[in-house]
């Protein structure tokens, strides 16, 4: 259970364009979900929280109008990164919030790798 | 908020022996701490998480304790086989909250 899946898994892109990455949980419903962004050896670095039904909340120093964050439903959310730059570049993953038990965990998506040229 | 920091960055153990990571976290309110395993091109996976009622849990070859007078946690992996080694990330978090707060990993590797 508590399956998370990501579209594409890999997409490469020209300067300029917008590129759409969808996060779904396959047996789960998830009223929240995060999405993440991760350089070669470096930890997760939140980007921001997608809430179902209302406007995502940023983290400090993420610009909302490049990165457009949509909760349209319980089982998905979609960020799109738009007029994407070669510095856009990087591990894209996403979570979504499940109950494990008695407690509330996230379960990562397998991530989306972003080139931009 | 939240500063969870981990220790080593990189760990080599051969094959057989124990590995152990250790992260610290600043805020006492935190109670859950999860940890998640990443192998290279893959999304963060769930290997094992405690909440702060208890100090210690245990799961066939991993466990993890937790010392909250200390504010420190570690995962504890026996018996290492050459599929642990990956990226090991803990995290702090409040049971009723959203929010995670992860470690700086580490990359294990386990020599055959």
């Known amino acids: 259970g508590a399956v998370v899946s990501q579209h594409p898994s890999r997409v490469i892109c020209k300067s300029g364009t917008s590129v759409k990455i969808e996060c779904r949980s396959l047996?789960?419903?998830?009223?929240?979900m995060f999405w993440y962004r991760q350089f070669p050896k470096q930890s997760l670095m939140l980007m921001a929280t997608?809430?179902?039904?209302?406007?995502?909340?940023?983290e400090q120093g993420v610009e909302k109008d490049k990165f457009l964050i949509n909760h349209a439903s319980l089982t998905l959310s979609t960020l799109t990164v738009t007029s994407a730059h070669p510095e856009d570049s990087s591990f894209y993953i996403c979570?979504?919030?499940?109950?494990?038990?008695?407690?509330?965990?996230?379960?990562f998506g397998p991530g989306t790798r972003l080139l931009v040229l | 908020g939240e500063n969870v920091e981990q220790h080593p960055s990189t760990l080599s153990v051969q094959e057989g022996d124990s590995a152990v990571i250790k992260c610290t976290y600043s805020?006492?309110?935190?109670?859950?701490f999860p940890w998640y395993k990443q192998e290279l091109g893959k999304g963060p996976q769930l290997i094992i998480d405690?909440?702060?009622?208890?100090g210690e849990k245990k799961d066939q070859r991993i466990a993890v304790t937790l010392n909250k007078t200390a504010k420190h946690f570690s995962l504890h992996i026996t018996e290492t086989q050459p599929e642990d080694s990956a990226v090991y990330f803990c995290?702090?978090?409040?049971?009723?909250?959203?929010?995670?707060?992860f470690g700086t990993g580490t990359s294990l590797t386990v020599i055959p």
């Open positions: 979570s979504a919030h499940n109950k494990r038990g008695r407690v509330e965990t996230q379960y």
């Open positions: 047996d789960f419903q998830a009223t929240t």
């Open positions: 997608s809430n179902e039904g209302s406007k995502a909340t940023y």
């Open positions: 805020d006492s309110a935190s109670n859950y």
């Open positions: 405690i909440r702060s009622n208890v």
């Open positions: 995290a702090a978090s409040k049971v009723t909250g959203n929010q995670f707060y």
